[in-house]
């Protein structure tokens, strides 16, 4: 590397800086994440202005944008689509298909005997319960997922364990069964 390229790059830094400090100013101007990607990846980025060659310079800008897409070995499983689906479902505020979904997923979760998926999916379908009312479905599913905790060994004291008790108060309180 020249004498040059190492001036350049020296400059660049605090360019970089002051960029993304104005960037933090102006949330919405979408510059804050190519700035603080380029400022943790200094070095990589820098080598960037100091190759010579264009097909140099397109390779690695290929090789950094692939670092962030899946390999073919790492793609999502059927299961974890679903659920995430399902999630979507839930914040568009279409319950119904989202419970939908939901039982897909966990009949999913069932065929391949992956418990802490059941227990997942059993409580975004108490959370879902609680959400649009049905507080004796919420209940009851509730109920199941602070025995599946328990089972795998949730304390007490255990935040799902006591997030779960607060809202099945808050049922129980709503049901006029807690004075």
């Known amino acids: 590397m020249s004498a040059s390229h190492v001036t350049d790059h020296i400059t660049l830094v605090p360019i970089l800086f002051s960029l993304f400090n104005e960037s933090v ?3 919405n101007s979408g510059i804050v994440l190519v700035i ?4 943790t990846s200094i070095p990589g980025f820098l080598n960037l ?23 073919e070995d790492e793609k ?10 399902s999630i979507l479902l839930i914040q568009k ?5 989202a419970e939908q979904m939901l039982h897909l ?8 005997q992956n418990d802490q998926a059941v227990t997942y999916i059993h409580d975004l379908m108490a959370n879902l319960a609680y959400d649009t009312e049905d507080l004796s479905k919420a209940e009851t599913l509730f109920v199941n997922v602070l025995q599946r905790l328990i089972a795998s060994g949730a304390q007490q004291d255990d935040n799902r364990v006591l997030h779960i008790s607060y809202k099945m108060a808050d049922i129980y309180k709503k049901m006029g069964d807690i004075e």
Do not use: C, H, V, Y
Request: charged fraction near 35%; aromatic fraction near 10%; avoid cysteine.
């Open 25 to 27: 100013t102006k949330p």
């Open 49 to 71: 202005f100091s190759l010579e060659k264009e097909d140099e310079k397109e390779s690695l800008f290929a090789g950094f944008l692939n670092s962030f897409s899946l390999k």
């Open 105 to 112: 997923a966990l009949k999913l979760a069932q065929q391949q």
């Open 93 to 97: 505020e279409e319950f119904k298909k």
């Open 36 to 39: 603080s990607i380029l400022l």
């Open 76 to 85: 999502e499983s059927e299961l974890i689509i679903t659920i995430k689906r």
